[in-house]
């Protein structure tokens, strides 16, 4: 169910950045998660609650960086040096929880995807 509002994606050439935004977010821990045509649901970061710890996905640590704004009910991901292994559609995700991990079945509010699309 379509709860969350994610924006920010576009077109963009290999190195470059993007920043996402997720509207209306949950009073609990978030996430962001991407998936390519043909592909499972992929997991890119978490934040807490408070947005005082944060972790990420292999294939995005230390090019991504996921933060909250919790006074603008808004949750952003930085995505810089992005490469065409990153172009997929990017989703976010909320839970009730203080602190939730990389599964989706975590998470219970869902964002209809933002696409991101690197080329070459």
């Known amino acids: 169910q379509a709860r969350l509002v994610e924006s920010g994606g576009g077109l963009v050439q290999a190195g470059g950045s993007l920043r996402l935004s997720c509207a209306d977010i949950s009073p609990g821990a978030m996430a962001w998660f991407r998936q390519t045509p043909g592909k499972e649901r992929e997991f890119v970061a978490t934040?807490?609650?408070?947005?005082?710890?944060?972790y990420y996905g292999d294939p995005v640590r230390g090019r991504f960086t996921i933060s909250r704004d919790n006074a603008k009910n808004t949750m952003y991901l930085q995505m810089n040096s992005l490469q065409p292994e990153d172009t997929a559609v990017y989703y976010c995700?909320?839970?009730?929880?203080?602190?939730?991990?990389?599964?989706?079945?975590?998470?219970?509010?869902w964002g209809q995807g933002t696409q991101v699309t690197v080329s070459s």
């Open positions: 995700a909320g839970s009730h929880l203080v602190v939730a991990g990389v599964g989706p079945g975590e998470y219970d509010s």
């Open positions: 934040i807490t609650r408070s947005g005082s710890s944060t």
